[in-house]
Structure formats: C-alpha cells, structure tokens
C-alpha cells in the first residue's frame, strides 16, 4: 500500500511570499494529483500530473518520479490561497481489488496573511 | 453547469439508524468513489463503481453499502453496523476509472453527525 507524506502539516505566510509544499509517497505510481480543499469542505483538483512540471496561473506542481517526490509551489501568495492542499497519489496498476480509488495524504493547511 | 451535487450538507442522525448520502452527477462520468474525511486523516475510500450496475469496496467498506441503478447517481447508505460514522463524505467522479490518469471531480461534501 501507497504511504504518502506531505510537509508542512501547517504552513503560514504573509501575503507575497513564495510557498512550498512537498509531497512524498513509497511506491511507484501512474498519477499524483494535487488538490485544494476550501474551508467549506469542498475539494477542487489543482493538477494531475505523471512527470516534469505543470503550471497554472500562479501555481507550479513539479514531479521527480525517480525520487518519488512531488511539490507544490504558490507564487506571490495572496490570502485567498488559503486552505488545505492535498496530495493524492494513483495506483500503478489497476488491480480491482479497491484500489482504483487514490491514496491521500493529510493535507497541509496553508494560511497566508494580509 | 455540470457538477456533482451531494445532499444535504449537514445531516443529523441517531445512533443505531441506517441513513442514506445522496450523490448525483451530470458530468456523464463512468466512474463513482465514495470518501470518509476524518480530522487529521487523509480522505479513505469506502467504495467505487465503474459502471452502472457495478462496484467494489474500498478500504473501509464495513458497515456501508452502495448501490448504481443509474449512471448519474451513487447513493451510500451508512449503516447501524459502522462503528465510528460521525465523519465528513465526500463523493467523486472520473470519466472513466483507473485513478492512473484520470482526473477526479468532487462534490461538496456531506457532513453527518451521529448523536
């Protein structure tokens, strides 16, 4: 089974600044995703990505498939970025076996202040 | 708009009473999940459906059930049998299923209180 780890567990930052945050899981995989899950619950993807590097806007999500390492960068933070972001990560194989779904990591809560 | 609808956002319920989570989707999507959120947890999967008629347990399906009548709706009945059921549900879709590539679209997110 996937183990997937993020860091920080709790990030805040003024507003402006660059932020990070790293992702790492144990077995290989296809996919790994990154999510942001606003305070109301709701949950929305970010990127999908299987290598290299993606960017959308202000957010930049990188890959090192070999080092089993993803991040997620925030440029010019603005409060609004706030939330919880989520790294997921998809199976290898399909195996059926209830696998097809994602394995999470805990998420990472990101405040950025005024 | 196409989405996925979860109904209703808070629910309250009694323990030993079965209660059903609704979940509707317009996006034609194959591919449904259920998820249980719990604080300071990752998102765990309960249970998936790749097609109408089809689905397969997750992780932590003891004490749930599912069913796919229909394509559009994923319907998960928490039963008196689950032991701990005061957490926040999450359903999902995909055009198709194989989290390998295919990206997944969440609904609002049920949270359901057991007193």
């Known amino acids: 089974k996937n183990e997937v780890e993020q860091s920080p567990q709790n990030l805040t930052a003024q507003e402006g600044e660059f932020i990070t945050i790293n992702c790492s899981y144990s077995?290989?995989?296809?996919?790994l995703h990154w999510l942001q899950q606003h305070p109301g619950g709701g949950i929305v993807s970010l990127f999908m990505?299987?290598?290299g590097k993606k960017k959308h806007g202000r957010l930049i999500a990188t890959i090192n498939i070999q080092e089993k390492h993803s991040s997620l960068h925030i440029t010019a933070s603005h409060p609004r970025d706030s939330a919880v972001y989520i790294c997921?990560?998809?199976?290898?194989?399909?195996?059926?076996?209830?696998?097809?779904?994602?394995?999470f990591g805990k998420g990472t809560h990101l405040i950025i202040q005024p | 708009d196409g989405g996925i609808t979860q109904s209703p956002k808070y629910l309250f319920r009694k323990e030993g009473q079965n209660v059903t989570l609704s979940c509707e989707q317009n996006?034609?999507?194959?591919?449904m999940y259920w998820y249980r959120q719990d604080p300071g947890q990752g998102l765990r999967l309960i249970y998936y459906?790749?097609?109408?008629?089809?689905?397969q347990k997750g992780d932590i399906a003891e004490g749930y059930s599912v069913s796919r009548e229909k394509k559009e709706s994923f319907p998960l009945t928490v039963t008196s049998a689950q032991k701990n059921p005061t957490a926040f549900y999450l359903c999902?879709?995909?055009?198709?299923?194989?989290?390998?590539?295919?990206?997944?679209?969440f609904g609002p997110g049920t949270r359901l209180t057991v007193l």
């Open positions: 990505l299987s290598s």
């Open positions: 077995v290989g995989i296809s996919a």
């Open positions: 997921a990560v998809g199976a290898t194989m399909y195996s059926g076996g209830g696998a097809d779904g994602l394995t």
């Open positions: 996006l034609n999507h194959d591919a």
């Open positions: 999902a879709s995909s055009i198709a299923s194989g989290s390998r590539y295919n990206e997944q679209f």
């Open positions: 459906s790749q097609i109408v008629n089809d689905f």
